[in-house]
């Protein structure tokens, strides 16, 4: 294995590999970092480019556009309250809150070491235990995966705020609005009221634009000028260390894990894995009340575990050929299209390029360090433009984002209407999150439930799988925890 | 007491008359399965979502509720919800009318025209009063949108209808 890392190094280390990491690592930023362009569209859009490419560079370009979209997600979440991609939407909880208090410079770093980390970690699991992990991940069937949304659905009690009971009945309209359009098992429409613009469902995107971005600008419309908020000051000079950083060893370990095991797991995504990991880190934080307040640690959690998704969600793709979302799907193509098809020949007949790849995984976070600090600079200047040109400026862009996503009004229209809806809610008193986590994790608790019972009958299989018995265990206590920290905070 | 009560939970009623809405709605709405018993129903999943909204809403109606009987039984004042002097509701539900004028006019008139539009008065509203910026940053913004969006990733934006 040494001689094929070392290989794979110096395969690495040419002037073609490194020309392609760079240039998928700054149409990644580039996309992650602005609402509604996403690593699935600059991987689409870099693909051709590959053809001529000859197989390493080729997936060394498209990775790097996944990596770096996956974090750039996480600067337009701190800086413009609007996160760039799914994958960052628990980065807004604490990352915009840092913004407001003038720690926007803080934030930003926090999110690229975070992400660095995070990337490191699941690359080198990626180098070393691709075989084992993915015999882990062949272990999760429908009931796991059911226990493992039921485990994302418990963090709602630690995100209601002071009322849980709002908390929940947010966390359900996220579930309804999932509900709408067409059934997961036999295609039978839903709640569509005979329009056939609801036939679609509602997307992911346009519903994050509407809750985060839109509500966000009926927000500061309704402030009279003189009391606009002023735009933060970016300077990233010893805004966060590396040494800040290894003081929350434990949650970038604890986050990394989970990323990896939820990347590792087909279907599942970043978004996920961020909120997983988000709620326990509040959990089991000896500061929970500082979470959604600007938290280091909260944004610590959240940036390690979705950049840890993104090599982890390689170790299916390469070792068994399922690939987990859109973008590995693509990858996979990419692959064939270089006459390479998944599976254990990659790590035999083409081990050289193989190990190429997994080591240029490595030195792309390594890239996506300095990159990463070039492009917070870059982005910074948006916080300068004053607010009465940035924030219709933004709501242009993310309302064009939400168009691109379907080329259809509609989903401009549900992006207004998710906005309306998180502006009310928040003035009285409800949390936008747990409806979030509704939305993210509504049809896949729906699939696996319905899938369990296809399988095995009844849902009572969980309780003799002893994965599932674990997650329903951690979640029954994070409820517990959440419930508890809730009564305490309305005590107070 | 009656009359805040009902101002601060304007929100929660509105969840409690939708969840009614659903709920009343699923049987017509969406069809019983087609497949056998072994599978579950299509309709379980909206039951559940709607029930859940309808039982958290209700309990935090009573809740609310119980907490307001509970201070005016100790002789406590129910404080009034303070009133932001530097926020106006008013600007929040223009600027919604405008998004909404928006959407309806964008494929009537095209995206660059409207859009020109909606950023002048979006700008001119949050404040903005430089008269060269007011006209400059709507039409050299929709421009620049329209070529990366519409010819570098060939997504085609509303186009003018006649």
Known sequence: MLENILAGLSGVLTIDSLIA????????????????????????????????LSPAPAMLMLLGVYCGATYAGSISAILIKTP????????????????????????????????????LISGVCLLFLAPQVAKVALKFGS????????????????????????????????????????????GIYRLTFGSQVLTRGVDLVPALIGLFAVSELFTQCEKKIAHLQAPPNVTIKHAFSWKELFSFKFTVLRSAIMGIIVGACPGTGSAIASFLSYGTAKNTSKHPEEYGKGSSEG??????????????????MLTLGIPGDGVTAILMGALTIQGLSPGSQLFTKYAPMTYCVLVGFVVIQILMYFMGIGSIKLFSYLTKIPYYILMPMVFVFCMVGAYACGTSTIDMLIAVIFGLIAYIASKFGYSITPMLIGIVLGSICEQNVVKTIGVYGSL???LTRPICLVFLAISVVFIVIGVRNTYRKGAK | MAKNYLKENIFTLA????????????????????????????????????????????LNLILDFIGMVLKVKRGEEIPEKKRNENVSVYRAIGTVALVFVWLFI??????????IIILFVLSFMMGNRNKILLVLFPVCFTLLIYFVFGELLHVSLPEILF
Not at chain 1, 103 to 116: F, T
Not at chain 1, 156 to 179: H, Q, R, T
Not at chain 2, 106 to 113: D, S, T, V
């Open chain 1, 21 to 52: 990491m760079v240039i998928g690592l700054a149409v990644g930023l580039s996309f992650g970092a602005l609402p509604g362009l996403n690593s699935t569209i600059g991987i689409t859009l870099l693909l051709p480019v590959t053809f001529t």
């Open chain 1, 84 to 119: 760039g991609t799914p994958a960052a939407a628990a980065t807004v909880l604490d990352g915009y809150p840092m913004t407001q208090q003038g720690k926007a410079p803080r934030a930003l770093m926090i999110a690229l070491k975070a992400s660095v980390v995070g990337g």
């Open chain 1, 143 to 186: 009931p796991e995966y059911f226990t493992l949304t039921i485990f994302g659905l418990s963090i709602i009690a630690s995100v209601s705020g002071n009322n849980i009971f709002k908390g929940l009945a947010m966390g359900f309209f996220g579930l309804l609005v999932k509900c709408i359009g067409v059934d997961p098992q036999q």
């Open chain 1, 299 to 316: 944004l610590v959690a959240s940036e390690t575990a979705n950049n840890a998704v993104t090599g982890a969600t390689l170790i299916p």
């Open chain 1, 460 to 462: 009572s299989v969980i």
């Open chain 2, 15 to 58: 969840l409690v008359v939708l969840s009614i809405f659903v709920i009343v709605n699923i049987p017509s709405q969406v069809k019983e399965s087609l497949l056998s018993a072994s599978t579950i129903s299509p309709r379980l999943f909206p039951y559940i979502a709607s029930g859940g909204i309808l039982i958290c809403s209700i």
């Open chain 2, 106 to 115: 964008l494929e009537k008139i095209g995206f660059i025209i409207s859009t």
